[in-house]
């Protein structure tokens, strides 16, 4: 009796000193800086001509007045450059976990127009998708003509996605960036891409607990079993 009394309050005193819910933070995004090179981790679609988002180290050279346009951080970028007109885009999908706490997506972009400013449905947009490729949510769009589309500079930008994730825990989900272009005067950069979210982390008990709750549980097995064999005997 006074064995288990001892074990529950080992147990109880565990319980207590465990540390309340933690949340762990983490990327849902792979390869969001491009720093491997390639565009690991994401799906390209192209214009009817195939032009797409490809990766960027700094040589390529749009048209216009940008020239060769450094990446914007580190030593790659993703970068569409097209001659032709039409939509193109770079999607990655990944899965929400069960519980969000909260979750804000950000990414670093360029869009460069140079010319050409009336020509109409210019645009480029961020959406969150379904994993059939429906749009859930428009996060960021530009306007669809004029010179407020992108002089060039890099901007970084940040969105509270908390609800959104929220009511899509446990589902798979996209981000999906898209350039629509009506003209070859148009250019996207992209990088440091990341979906940040809050998840509750498991809190284990210590190994070293669980060794000590096994070593006294066959202790109490081995005194349950002599006990027993001593009363048979008496
Ligand atoms: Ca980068």
């Known amino acids: 009796m006074r064995f288990w009394k001892a074990v529950m309050g080992f147990v109880a005193a565990s319980w207590l000193f465990a540390p309340a819910a933690q949340a762990l933070s983490v990327d849902l995004i792979s390869n969001g800086d491009f720093e491997t090179g390639d565009l690991s981790g994401w799906t390209t679609a192209g214009n009817a001509r195939g032009e797409t988002f490809a990766v960027n180290e700094g040589t390529r050279n749009p048209h216009g007045p940008l020239r060769a346009t450094e990446p914007l951080s580190g030593s790659y970028d993703a970068l569409y450059v097209p001659r032709f007109s039409g939509a193109a885009s770079l999607t990655q999908f990944f899965t929400v976990p069960d519980q969000v706490f909260s979750a804000t997506f950000s990414f ?3 869009v460069g127009l ?18 059939i490729g429906d749009v859930i949510s428009q996060v960021y769009s530009t306007a669809s003509a004029g010179l407020q589309l992108g002089s060039g500079t890099p901007s970084d930008l940040s969105f509270d996605l908390t609800a959104l994730m929220q009511a899509n825990q446990g589902r798979t989900l996209g981000v999906q960036f898209e350039l629509e272009a009506q003209h070859w005067s148009m250019n996207a950069s992209l990088d ?4 940040m979210v809050e998840t509750p982390a498991a809190v284990p008990l210590p190994p070293t607990i669980w060794m000590m709750l096994a070593g006294l549980g066959a202790l109490g097995a081995m005194g349950w079993k002599r006990r027993r064999s001593g009363g048979q005997s008496a």
């Open 108 to 110: 670093t972009e360029r």
């Open 114 to 131: 140079w010319g050409f400013f009336d020509v109409s449905n210019h645009q480029f947009r961020v959406s969150v998708i379904d994993k």
């Open 192 to 195: 440091n891409v990341s979906m």
